[in-house]
């Protein structure tokens, strides 16, 4: 039971984001007895994917901001004389301004039920904020007391308690191509690293088929939401860390067909790769040499500091006008490649972010960006099922009510959490949203806008449907921060078929809706009633159906004095910041890791069960219980190659330190 934990544990982590659930994993790995709790149903904080009716689940609950009841009301008896405590946030207040929307072709839901789902499916609400415009956005009815059963519809948001012992680690490998996300508690499936190919489809001349509201209800377990928006670089912090800790077979990856440019306000495939460049016809034969020229100095530059050392003290856009470069090689290689400030990059910095552009490309397929199916709250729970093969116990709608501190050391000792159980570690790790307003008091924070829309087209049509695409929207006014788009297609196993999941994230300066909407202006189209009197360019945009903005706390990059009286041995871990990749969760992750544990390996191979070599005393009470006990099958192997859902399936692999990981390689 989750009321009867051990009292004593070497480290206690709050909090199931990413950064916090890859220190997890890394300290069970090398050992460490883990407590790993979150005051939510889910895994992954701000980091989660939700099914349609679990994001409507979490949109209610950030507009009521209802505080919890549940708490043990004599836990300060467990307080002795030299001890003072830290009381920790029970609600989360790092989502803002929630505002929700439905674009016509709405039709009643209340008799609709989610495919699957055992309650009845609430009917979906409108803006939490007044004043919206009724029209010509039409919204759907409010939401109703009904949302808060939409948790029971996804079982693996349940609380859980793992144990390494109810978890083996040799598992049997499984197609995990189903409507919900597969849970760290509830299936122990091992997925290959991989890309999946976008499968070609047939192009249809025909309109694109009117979904109504109803039907992204019904296939609401079709959809995986992500609360933040990120790609993995194919050579990132983060893959590489997949591949060395083997969390990779845990995980499957598509790969990012296409980079896209927002120019002259029209939207248009940038050619990255030498191929893409020779073959492209939006360029011309001189365009293409200055482009390679330019893309064979970054891989370099380092070599040649002749060339740029008179502009250190520039921006890389100034830097860029000097290379002799037309202006739409210059906005592809700003926007598109570099995907940098225009105002605010240096010169440097702009070089290095083309560098690694280029350095990922090639990989794994002909962009340098992977998408984890199933979306990337997929990436948080692997590593949770890491720390749990290795002992680590997990515990969700597990609330921390405060920090037990010593006075003298100046240490914290325990934690007690909502049933008053005291449980003391050595070490303790806290996502940032759980520290109080009186210990964060100093510290400022930094704001993301975020848009999420279900639309009926892609932004740019080609022949294939299955296309996962980038696109970066440079800022209308400068100073503005530029939008990165990303558009997921229902191959991702995060929408339904004949839809569309298309992310927008930018630092805020306003509100979300404030930041984003005129770019959702430019690139979709809303209104439906007025499409008679629509000009053809405009009905050729693709279709918003529904749309949420929320504005999200940016708690990286913030110094550790900031925070207030905190503890030596308690160790603050960010949310989600702005960037594209994951690499400051990594980071910050292994820096934690290293100062609690200086001589320990981070995340290192996990041992191969042929290698491990028992003592005599070990191996006479294991062959004493083999006659009672089923001989272990082996695992199947890896080379045999298989079929999936009409996919070709071949398994490629990549020899590091004489470890074999397996990669899953999907073409239609």
């Given at each position: ?12 982590v ?9 220190i997890?994993?890394?300290?069970a790995?090398?050992?460490?007895r ?35 009841s ?22 989360d207040k ?25 309650p ?19 919204e ?7 949302v ?19 978890v ?25 690293l ?5 499968a ?37 912090l983060?893959?590489?860390l ?6 990779s ?22 050619p ?10 939006q360029?011309t ?5 200055m ?30 006008r ?19 400030s ?28 992977l998408f984890?199916?199933y ?23 597990h ?52 848009a ?14 299955q ?5 970066t ?36 300066t ?30 050729e ?7 949420v ?5 940016d ?37 934690i ?10 995340c ?5 069960p ?45 020899k ?13």
């Amino acid at each position: 039971m989750a009321d009867n934990l051990p009292a004593e544990f070497d480290v206690v982590v709050v909090g199931t984001g990413l950064p916090e659930s890859i220190i997890a994993a890394a300290c069970a790995r090398s050992g460490q007895r883990v407590l790993h709790v979150d005051s939510r149903n889910y895994y992954g904080g701000n980091w989660a994917s939700f099914s349609f009716s679990g994001l409507l689940s979490w949109i209610k609950e950030n507009q009521e901001k209802s505080e919890n009841s549940d708490e043990c009301e004599d836990w300060k008896k467990l307080i002795l004389e030299n001890e003072e405590v830290i009381s920790l946030n029970k609600k989360d207040k790092t989502i803002e301004h929630v505002e929700a929307f439905c674009f016509g072709d709405q039709d009643s839901a209340k008799d609709v039920e989610e495919a699957g789902a055992l309650p009845k499916l609430p009917v979906f609400g409108a803006s939490g904020a007044e004043g919206v415009a009724q029209d010509p956005n039409k919204e759907c009815p409010p939401l109703d007391s009904a949302v808060a059963r939409a948790e029971s519809c996804e079982p693996e948001k349940a609380a859980s308690v793992d144990t390494a012992s109810t978890v083996e680690e040799n598992d049997t490998e499984v197609n995990c191509e189903n409507e919900g996300s597969p849970s760290v508690s509830s299936s122990e499936s091992a997925l290959d690293l991989g890309k999946a190919e976008a499968a070609p489809s047939e192009v249809s001349a025909q309109e694109p088929k009117k979904i109504m509201y109803s039907q992204i209800v019904r296939e609401g377990r079709r959809f995986n939401i992500d609360l933040v928006s990120k790609l993995l670089y194919s050579r990132g912090l983060l893959i590489d860390l997949l591949i060395k800790s083997n969390v990779s077979r845990y995980a499957e990856f598509k790969n990012a067909t296409r980079i896209l440019a927002f120019r002259e306000g029209k939207v248009e495939q940038v050619p990255c790769s030498r191929a893409d460049v020779f073959n492209s016809r939006q360029l011309t034969m001189v365009e293409k040499r200055m482009l390679m020229k330019f893309l064979t100095f970054c891989l370099d530059y380092e070599q040649h500091p002749d060339e740029f050392q008179d502009y250190k003290n520039s921006t890389f856009a100034q830097f860029l006008r000097t290379r002799k470069l037309t202006p739409s090689l210059q906005h592809f290689i700003l926007h598109s490649i570099a995907m940098v400030s225009e105002t605010d990059c240096s010169t440097v910095e702009g070089l290095q972010a083309t560098r690694k552009f280029l350095q990922c490309l090639g990989r794994y397929g002909n962009t340098p960006f992977l998408f984890p199916l199933y979306g990337q709250g997929e990436i948080p729970q692997c590593f949770c099922r890491m720390c749990a093969v290795f002992g680590g116990i997990y515990c969700l709608r597990h609330s921390v009510q405060c920090l037990v501190v010593d006075k003298e050391s100046g240490r914290c000792k325990a934690i007690i959490d909502h049933f008053g159980q005291r449980i003391s570690a050595n070490y303790f790790i806290v996502e940032d949203s759980y520290l109080s307003e009186s210990v964060c008091r100093n510290v400022c924070y930094r704001q993301i806008s975020r848009a999420v829309l279900i639309t009926d087209q892609s932004v740019l049509k080609t022949d294939s449907e299955q296309q996962v695409s980038i696109l970066t929207v440079p800022p209308v006014d400068l100073g503005q921060p530029a939008v990165c788009v990303i558009e997921l297609c229902s191959s991702t196993m995060t929408c339904m078929k004949d839809t569309y999941l298309v992310h927008l994230t930018c630092p805020s300066t306003k509100t979300a809706r404030e930041d984003l909407e005129p770019v959702v202006q430019k690139l979709f189209h809303l209104n439906t009633e007025a499409e008679k009197e629509t000009e053809n360019e405009e009905l050729e945009k693709p279709r918003v159906l529904w749309a949420v903005y929320f504005n999200m706390r940016d708690s990286s990059g913030i110094d550790r004095n900031s925070y207030s009286n905190l503890p030596s041995n308690v160790y603050v871990c960010s949310g989600p910041d702005s960037a594209l990749g994951n690499d400051c969760a990594v980071k910050q992750a292994e820096t934690i890791f290293q100062e609690m544990f200086p001589t320990e390996e981070f995340c290192p191979p996990p041992p191969n069960p042929e290698d491990i070599i028992y003592d005599e005393d070990e191996l006479a009470s294991e062959e004493s219980g083999l006659s009672n006990s089923p001989e272990t099958k082996p695992e199947p192997s890896s080379e045999e190659s298989s079929s999936r859902d009409g996919c070709v399936v071949c398994s490629v692999f990549i020899k590091e330190n004489e470890k074999i990981h397996g990669c899953v390689v999907s073409s239609g």
